[in-house]
T-cell receptor, first 113, second 111 residues
Framework: GAGVSQTPSNKVTEKGKYVELRCDPI?????LYWYRQSLGQGPEFLIY????????DSGLPNDRFFAVRPEGSVSTLKIQRTERGDSAVYLC???????????FGQGTRLTVV | GQQLNQSPQSMFIQEGEDVSMNCTSS?????WLWYKQDPGEGPVLLIA?????ELTSNGRLTAQFGITRKDSFLNISASIPSDVGIYFC???????????FGKGMKLTVNP
């Protein structure tokens, strides 16, 4: 596609449930990033993929969060046993390679009730 | 998590006025980037700075990478209504690919 696509755009889930958020990067982009943006804050880094491997997952807040990119394109961010504090906009970005401009998707707004 | 110190937090200006915003850090950054975010959208890159002391312009936007590598500013000249949005500074440290963002500055332009 022309840009980074994230689905769903909105997700409401109950506390304790499992959710998956999907990111389709720009075709040919080898680097993929996940960020989380809480209300009134800047995005905060979660994880960075170069190809299929997670090159830096230091931003994942705890072991309830996990992300995969099995074929080096689409990525899924998985959150287990969701908590109300997980409510935020989850942003995905991709870049042609490391050290090149990253383009952001529109984000998935996750609300845990 | 770590965030850059961005100020001011918000500004209300009249169309045609100039506006300045800045970002500081207690530690050194190797790149400084300025993004704009509209409601319901992801951030869009405006200007990227790669060298200490670098001054770069993009249309009505001018940004500088501070000589100490711990600060940056962004100026917008002759503001127009479509400049409304939230502006973020961001940067890379060391060899890390992750971006550290400021809290953002909300700009309102009155026509």
């Amino acid at each position: 596609g022309a840009g980074v696509s994230q689905t769903p755009s909105n997700k409401v889930t109950e506390k304790g449930k499992y959710v998956e958020l999907r990111c389709d990067p720009i075709s040919g982009h080898t680097a993929l990033y996940w960020y989380r943006q809480s209300l009134g804050q800047g995005p905060e880094f979660l994880i960075y993929f170069q190809g299929t491997g997670a090159a830096d997952d230091s931003g994942l807040p705890n072991d309830r969060f996990f992300a995969v990119r099995p074929e080096g394109s689409v990525s899924t961010l998985k959150i287990q046993r969701t908590e109300r504090g997980d409510s935020a906009v989850y942003l995905c970005a991709s870049s042609l390679d490391r050290d090149t401009e990253a383009f952001f998707g529109q984000g998935t707004r996750l609300t845990v009730v | 998590g770590q965030q850059l110190n961005q100020s001011p937090q918000s500004m209300f200006i009249q169309e045609g006025e100039d506006v300045s915003m800045n970002c500081t850090s207690s530690s050194i950054f190797n790149t400084w980037l300025w993004y704009k975010q509209d409601p319901g959208e992801g951030p869009v890159l405006l200007i990227a700075l790669y060298k200490a002391g670098e001054l770069t312009s993009n249309g009505r936007l001018t940004a500088q990478f501070g000589i100490t590598r711990k600060d940056s500013f962004l100026n917008i000249s002759a503001s127009i209504p479509s400049d409304v949005g939230i502006y973020f500074c961001a940067g890379h440290q060391g060899g890390s690919e992750k971006l550290v963002f400021g809290k953002g500055m909300k700009l309102t332009v009155n026509p």
